[in-house]
């Protein structure tokens, strides 16, 4: 809290809170609880439209797929805590997300774990890596949510760091929503599930400052302990519960523990609480009321029930062997009180916790965008650094660790364009995260429309209409204003790419101060997209033997921000510029392609540009091909650019031949350059051979993750 | 209509989508909580998850529960127990079938898609397959490296196979001994299998081969 916020809290409630007080205010008045920094910016943000039940404001927004199904999506990070206790910060923001979709009265489904570390040449960077997704794993699959994509990324602006990002879905039937405040005094406080400890003590506090050095000693007490076995039990209990129609309001235990949760709940529509805290179960002896009401203990959930309703919920927990205490009551007056062992200890009038003021931080913009020469290198070279760079590579090692396919619903697994989840037998829900913070960095507004409409490419490469987006701005402090410049200009270009595309933010969240030891990261946007599509419809991502390979959308010398350019080196450049409008007819473009059956397989550009997607496409269907770069519609002649520009609005598709006529009508760029054949991946140029790898070598490569962790398999 | 009980552990994870594909086959399918009795009931299905979180080891706790003994009664008088993952490694603890599950040779989990040989269509959960056939399900667990002193012994069903049923040590994801991958009790009316049938039962999860496993075992039972 700074000193003006302090003054104000002193003038609002007329004298000095004491120290419970002061700590409750603490919590809910830092950063990464009310978003201060960020709530003036977000309101550019599109929020509603015919697909959005419930935008931004409660615990995970809501998403119409049918009359009988609505989607819940979240979107959480976890930063500080992973790069303090990878294994547990990891662990606990899966966790965390999942409590979060579930609260409303949703059933989660799947999960997806866009993750950053620095280089893997590092050891401790790879102890992190190795932490975060062992913890992901275990929780994940123990709660038996999939995982099924996400994100890895390795850049050496995040060395001895981590950004750690989890999205999750739910689905629910309408009847069952529950929301996360009371309409009414004189219900009564359930507070079930694991004990309160004294982990994750100042957890938000935590997460709202820059890690210092020394953070591994000094702030592990921060980082909460996971336990995905009682949060089983919890999701559960909690859905049986709510199908009984009698719980009035729910909310789970997050960043600021019972203070935030209870003075939440009953705080939004004008009603107050009183907590008896010493009845909270302890995990251990002797904490004090103030340890007891911030304290950020992972599993655990507030229930509002009527008093005459107890005993049937209460019912449920004790099947479920979870321990529940009823800890307080909603009333009339709004008040925030809370009593220790009969004495009141804290007693605040309740919008001082939940009405907290924003803040505007003075904005710089810098650029760090430049014009420079592409370098005299040759493709073959260019192409070996970048198919061998760690963030090309297959992530397979990381996902078969995570139980992807649990509940029986994975119908696209990770490695493709987007994951695809069955919700009936005749629809799917895809889900995809992307960002890019090379581009970001470069230039935050167009590499934030950059996310969006990779997100869209994604989605309409498996064949999916989207239907919403979650954001996730992970930033360094708001207090340098060339950082939050970026922000503000990021906010702008997840607006503007949003609204062309006539989707809305139902969701998201603001990690700022994400820094060490006074180094920023990259201006770090994470989208996560969700689509609907006929499961008859998906298309391959691989390619088959005997089909033409054409390539949708203009490729223009854009190698600011690339994949090339980082493994060479280069900095600076120019990020690749989003063409709203053909980004747009591209998409309508694949879509109406695929619903007519034109096209086997489509893959949609992005890092790495067209030689990686065309050598993706023949690992994942072994099959080879030969493509001519020269004839790709493209505002460069030189090979290098063609082939690792990352030019947004971009597919590759594989086709009968019989096809062609109907499928070029659709786009305004589009040219075939090259079929599949063979077992050799050939590139040529004007019919010279730049470059002929077996695909046994390219995926021998592409397989090779493991071998960077110095593992033999 | 046959009737089978999906038992539910705390920390159960696959119940609700094996209780779909048991339903698929044709048969009714129940979820049970472990404290309930399986009286009424055809036969018994001990889905995958992490039965007490897999405490101690995996599946030892619940191996121990009460419930336990109704499920011996079931395989005593012949009929249909059925442990999927986690199921087989409780089967396993609770002396149901022999041999033990320890952890993959490489000590993680691992969830990957295998072809697998069927080596026996004897028993009644796999009278739908052809001898030899090779067919697809997922794997999904850290503790399937399936251990026994004489292999001899041992009624295997299935084994890990590369896409034309050779058995080799390549196709071994976890270093099962002989490469097994199920196995059933001497009559054949128990069956513990790693390979997730469930997850393959459905055209658009990427094989159907899972679901001819619930098949067989429902078509038995009615008989």
Request: proline residues 6%; hydrophobic residues 40%.
């Amino acid at each position: 809290m700074f000193p003006h916020e302090e003054k104000l809290i002193r003038e609002r409630l007329k004298r000095e809170p004491n120290e419970l007080e002061w700590a409750m205010l603490e919590v809910m008045w830092s950063e990464h609880a009310s978003y201060k920094s960020s709530r003036p910016w977000l309101k550019l943000l599109p929020t509603d439209n015919e697909h959005v039940i419930l935008g931004p404001g409660e615990d995970a927004g809501i998403v119409k797929f049918d009359d009988e199904t609505w989607i819940v999506v979240g979107i959480e990070s976890h930063n500080h805590p992973s790069a303090v206790e990878p294994y547990g910060g990891a662990a606990t923001g899966v966790g965390g997300i999942v409590r979060d979709i579930l609260c409303m009265g949703a059933r989660p489904i799947a999960l997806l774990d866009p993750i950053r570390f620095g280089p893997l040449e590092k050891e401790r960077n790879r102890y992190l890596f190795e932490g975060v997704v062992k913890g992901i794993a275990d929780y994940g699959n123990r709660i038996g949510v999939p995982t099924v994509g996400g994100e890895t990324e390795f850049d050496e602006s995040l060395d001895n760091y981590t950004l750690v990002n989890v999205a999750c879905v739910g689905v629910m039937r309408p009847e069952h929503l529950v929301h996360s405040y009371v309409t009414e005094p004189g219900l009564k406080l359930i507070l079930v599930g694991n004990r309160t400890g004294r982990d994750g003590i100042h957890g938000v506090t935590f997460a709202s400052e820059e890690l210092s050095e020394n953070a591994e000693e000094e702030d592990r007490s921060a980082v909460q302990i996971p336990d995905p076995f009682t949060e089983k039990l919890l999701i559960e209990a909690t859905l049986e519960a709510v199908y009984t129609g009698k719980v009035k309001a729910l909310k789970d235990l997050g960043g600021g523990g019972l203070t935030c949760a209870a003075s939440e709940m009953a705080g939004k529509k004008g009603f107050g609480a009183v907590i008896y805290a010493d009845r909270v179960p302890l995990r251990e002896p002797g904490m004090t009321p103030t340890e007891v009401m911030i304290s950020e203990s992972q599993e655990r959930m507030l229930f509002a029930v009527r008093p005459e309703d107890i005993e049937e919920i209460g019912r449920i927990f004790d099947k479920y062997e979870l321990e529940w205490t009823v800890v307080g009551e909603t009333i009339e007056e709004p008040r925030f009180v809370v009593y220790w062992w009969g004495e009141k200890v804290a007693d605040l009038p309740i919008e001082l916790l939940t009405d907290v003021p924003t803040i505007e931080w003075e904005l710089k913009p810098y650029s760090a965008e430049r014009p420079v020469e592409t370098p005299d290198v040759s493709f073959g070279e260019a192409f070996d650094l970048v198919w061998g760079s760690p963030n090309i590579l297959s992530k397979r090692w990381v996902w078969e660790q995570y139980d992807h396919e649990v509940q029986g619903r994975t119908v696209l697994k990770p490695g493709r364009d987007a994951a695809v989840l069955k919700i009936n037998d005749e629809y799917g829900l895809a889900f995809v995260a992307d960002g890019n913070p090379n581009h970001s960095y470069l230039n935050p507004y167009h590499g934030a429309m950059g996310a969006v409409a990779e997100v869209v490419r994604n989605l309409v490469s498996v064949g999916a209409e989207p239907l919403a987006l979650v954001d996730n701005l992970n930033f360094a402090s708001p207090e340098r204003p060339e950082v939050y410049w970026s922000f503000a200009e990021t906010v702008r270009g997840l607006a503007d790419a949003a609204r062309a595309f006539g989707l809305a933010y139902v969701s998201g969240n603001v990690s700022f101060y994400n820094e060490v030891v006074d180094r920023p990261i990259k201006p770090t946007p994470v989208v996560a997209g969700l689509g609907k599509v006929k499961l008859e419809d998906i298309p391959s991502g691989a390619f088959e033997e005997g089909l033409l390979i054409g390539v949708v959308g203009l490729t223009k010398p854009e190698l600011g921000g690339s994949e090339l350019f980082a493994r060479l080196g280069v900095e600076g450049g120019l990020a690749p510029r989003v063409d709203l409008e053909e980004e747009k007819a591209n998409a309508n473009g694949i879509l109406e392609a695929i619903r007519r059956g034109l096209v086997k397989a489509v893959h949609d550009v992005g890092r790495g540009g067209l030689a990686v997607a065309l050598a993706e496409m023949a690992v994942a269907g072994n099959v080879g091909f030969t493509a001519d770069l020269s004839k790709v519609p493209s505002e460069t002649t030189n090979p290098v650019e063609v082939a690792f520009s990352e030019s947004h609005s971009r597919y590759i598709v594989a086709f009968p031949e019989e096809n062609l006529e109907e499928l070029k009508g659709l786009f305004k760029h589009f040219a075939i350059i090259g079929r599949t054949e063979g077992s050799d991946a050939v590139f040529l140029w004007n019919g010279r051979e730049l470059l002929r790898k077996p695909i046994s070598e390219l995926r021998a490569v592409h397989e090779s993750l493991p071998r960077l962790l110095g593992e033999e398999e | 209509m046959v009737r089978f009980a999906v038992v539910v552990f705390p920390g159960t994870n696959c119940d609700f989508e094996t209780e779909r594909a048991i339903r698929k086959a044709g048969a009714e399918a129940e979820r049970v909580w472990y404290k309930t009795s399986l009286k009424d009931f055809d036969g018994v299905v001990l889905p995958g998850g992490f039965s007490y979180a897999d405490y101690l080891r995996a599946g030892a706790i619940a191996a121990r529960q009460e419930i336990m003994e109704e499920v011996k009664e079931f395989a005593e008088e012949g009929r249909p127990v059925l442990g999927i993952c986690n199921g087989f490694q409780i089967l396993t603890e609770a002396g149901l079938l022999p041999g033990a599950l320890r952890p993959n040779r490489v000590p993680r989990f691992l969830c990957r898609w295998v072809h697998l040989r069927v080596n026996d269509t004897e028993t009644p959960f796999t009278s739908l397959y052809e001898p030899g056939e090779v067919i697809r399900m997922p794997i999904a667990h850290a503790e399937g490296n399936y251990y026994t002193d004489d292999p001899s012994k041992v009624r295997i069903v299935f084994q890990y196979s590369d896409e034309n049923g050779n058995v080799s040590e390549e196709a071994n994801p976890n270093g099962s001994v002989l490469n097994i991958a199920a196995i059933a009790n001497e009559r054949g009316n128990v069956l513990g299998t790693m390979p997730h049938p469930e997850r393959a039962s459905d055209r658009f999860l990427g094989s159907g081969d899972g679901l001819r496993l619930f098949r067989s075992m429902v078509e038995w039972a009615r008989r």
